[in-house]
């Protein structure tokens, strides 16, 4: 089926405004019917204050990891102050980055005033990808540097692995927390009506699928009943694992980028 007569339904919550409306305009204009159904709340953390102890020292850091774009506007959120331009921030996907430099731009840092910022290539958004975008821009190596890790609750470790095996300490701290959405009457209603239809699910989150999940449980739906004759989209290779064992009827592999969703809807 052609992207033109396919619904994409897009779970993912927090996207930079700015960046996800570029996207979602690309999509339309593709001739893809969009819908939001967001998957995963994003709240403060319960204990901000690790965070703010070491938000308050930047300056000790030299690289900071945002894992997401929920993560980089937590981050910024418990900021007291600029961000320092010698630390510099490493992310994976496009909606992180642009997450960045709105937040920078707000802080009116811009030029040497600014950090460096690290990017996967668009090709490869995960941290397999940017750990060699670090290994060049830090040649000399790793020993004796110190990195913070700022996440939303427990996640991959492989990226720390790799800058401790390198000799990096490594910081971790929450600067936001994930939670399911709210099974209520309402948001059931809504996931109905979205299984009626012939749609496409675009998944960056192995939790947003196991949140689906939880409410199709809710709902008092059997997942391979109702998801059977569904395609998913995801964004890394664990993501559409779990898409395929929730019981997604077809299962693609695919970046966030607009042009590689409309082919991916193609395929279809």
């Given at each position: 089926m052609?992207?033109?007569?396919?619904?994409?339904?897009?779970?993912?919550?927090?996207?930079d405004?700015?960046?996800?409306?570029?996207?979602?305009?690309?999509?339309r204009?593709?001739?893809?019917e969009?819908h939001?159904?967001?998957?995963?709340r994003t709240?403060?953390?319960?204990?901000?204050?690790?965070a703010?102890?070491?938000?308050?020292?930047?300056?000790?850091?030299i690289?900071?990891?945002?894992v997401?774009?929920?993560?980089v506007?937590?981050?910024f959120?418990?900021?007291?102050?600029?961000?320092?331009?010698?630390?510099?921030?490493?992310v994976?996907?496009?909606?992180?980055?642009a997450?960045?430099?709105?937040?920078?731009?707000?802080?009116?840092?811009?030029?040497?005033?600014a950090?460096?910022?690290?990017q996967a290539?668009?090709?490869?958004a995960?941290?397999?990808?940017?750990?060699p975008?670090?290994?060049?821009?830090?040649?000399q190596?790793?020993?004796?540097?110190?990195?913070?890790?700022?996440?939303g609750?427990a996640?991959?470790?492989?990226?720390s692995?790799?800058?401790?095996?390198?000799?990096?300490?490594v910081?971790q701290v929450?600067?936001y927390r994930?939670a399911?959405?709210?099974?209520?009457?309402a948001?059931l209603q809504?996931?109905r009506?979205?299984?009626a239809?012939?749609a496409?699910?675009?998944f960056?989150a192995?939790e947003?699928v196991?949140?689906?999940?939880?409410l199709?449980?809710?709902?008092?739906?059997?997942?391979?009943?109702?998801?059977?004759a569904?395609?998913?989209?995801?964004?890394?290779a664990r993501?559409?694992?779990?898409?395929?064992a929730?019981?997604?009827?077809?299962?693609?592999?695919?970046?966030a980028?607009?042009?590689?969703?409309?082919?991916?809807l193609r395929?279809?």
């Open positions: 052609g992207a033109a007569r396919r619904a994409l339904v897009l779970t993912r919550t927090g996207v405004e700015g960046e996800f409306d570029a996207r979602e305009r690309a999509l204009a593709a001739g893809v969009l939001r159904f967001a998957l995963i709240a403060p953390p319960a204990d901000a204050q690790p703010r102890r070491c938000l308050q020292r930047l300056n000790d850091y690289l900071a990891l945002p997401s774009p929920n993560a506007r937590g981050a959120a418990l900021l007291d102050g600029s961000w320092p331009a010698s630390c510099a921030i490493g994976v996907g496009p909606g992180s980055a997450t960045v430099r709105a937040a920078l731009a707000a802080q009116g840092l811009a030029g040497d005033a950090p460096t910022l690290l290539p668009a090709g490869q995960d941290s397999e990808g940017l750990w975008q670090l290994q060049a821009w830090r040649p190596g790793w020993h004796g540097t110190r990195v913070l890790l700022l996440r609750g996640g991959r470790e492989w990226l692995e790799r800058l401790r095996e390198a000799g990096s300490e910081d929450d600067v994930r399911s959405p709210s099974a209520d009457a948001t809504r996931l009506s979205l299984l239809g012939d496409a699910w675009l960056g192995a947003a196991r949140h689906l999940l939880e199709l449980h809710a709902a008092g739906l059997e997942p391979a009943a109702a998801l059977r569904h395609a998913a989209l995801a964004t890394h993501i559409a694992d779990a898409a395929r929730a019981g997604f009827g077809r299962v693609a592999l695919c970046s980028d607009p042009a590689a969703i409309e082919a991916a395929r279809f």
